[in-house]
């Protein structure tokens, strides 16, 4: 898991207002995932990302949330108008794309909490 | 059905005593199957991956899959302290880019 790197570690908003998680992927890698970890459930995809383009969104919720990943700079999950059920941690993996196979290195994590 | 079930509840085991986990899928499609090790307020990290029917040994780690039951299991010989985590199972298909997870078994290894 080392060299995915997302900040920040820690975000704390209140409801209504705009949540960004960025995640930059391990280096050589060109594909992002992001999954999300609400608490004493297990993680949950919400999106697949190659540069400039989302792959598969079937995990994002339909309303609030978006995910970019442009051809300069990080992966970005944004989250609207945040509420109470938004808090979870938000974790991004990265892969190399070639001969994926599953295999997966996570970040450290976005724990997001909404008063 | 949930795409990937892991039912049992916290496992205590004594050091040294063998942890076994189980873990079964309901895609019938699924190619590839990982077990990820999660210590508490950490990321996930893969410990091992299993890909064809039977065992695979990586050190203290052995994975056992049988596709025709839906079924993987991880088991952990000589179990230590630092063992004590949460493992999730998670389920590939192929040409799939999304890992499906289980909610995870916490394995507490008692000294």
């Known amino acids: 898991n080392a060299g995915v790197m997302q900040n920040p570690r820690h975000l704390v908003r209140r409801r209504g207002q705009e949540a960004r998680l960025r995640c930059s992927p391990m280096?050589?890698?060109?594909?992002v995932y992001w999954y999300r970890q609400l608490p004493e459930e297990g993680l949950k995809f919400m999106v697949y990302l190659q540069k400039e383009n989302i792959i598969d969104e079937s995990g994002m919720p339909k309303e609030r949330f978006s995910a970019e990943f442009p051809k300069e700079g990080p992966s970005i999950l944004r989250i609207q108008q945040v509420v109470r059920g938004d808090s979870a941690a938000y974790f991004c993996?990265?892969?190399?794309?070639?001969?994926?196979?599953?295999?997966?290195?996570f970040g450290e994590g976005s724990r997001l909490t909404v008063l | 059905q949930k795409e990937v079930e892991q039912n049992s509840g916290p496992l205590s085991v004594p050091e040294g005593a063998i942890a076994s986990l189980n873990c079964t899928y309901s895609d019938r499609g699924s190619q590839s199957f990982f077990w990820y090790r999660q210590y508490s307020g950490k990321s996930p990290e893969l410990i091992m991956s299993i890909y064809s029917n039977g065992d695979k040994e990586d050190g203290r780690f052995t994975a056992q899959l049988n596709k025709a039951s839906q079924y993987v299991s991880l088991l952990i010989r000589d179990s230590q302290p630092s063992d004590s985590a949460t493992y999730l199972c998670a389920v590939n298909r192929e040409g799939n880019n999304r890992l499906a997870f289980g909610k995870g078994n916490q394995v507490v290894v008692i000294p």
């Open positions: 993996a990265s892969s190399s794309g070639t001969g994926y196979t599953g295999e997966l290195f």
């Open positions: 280096k050589g890698h060109s594909h």
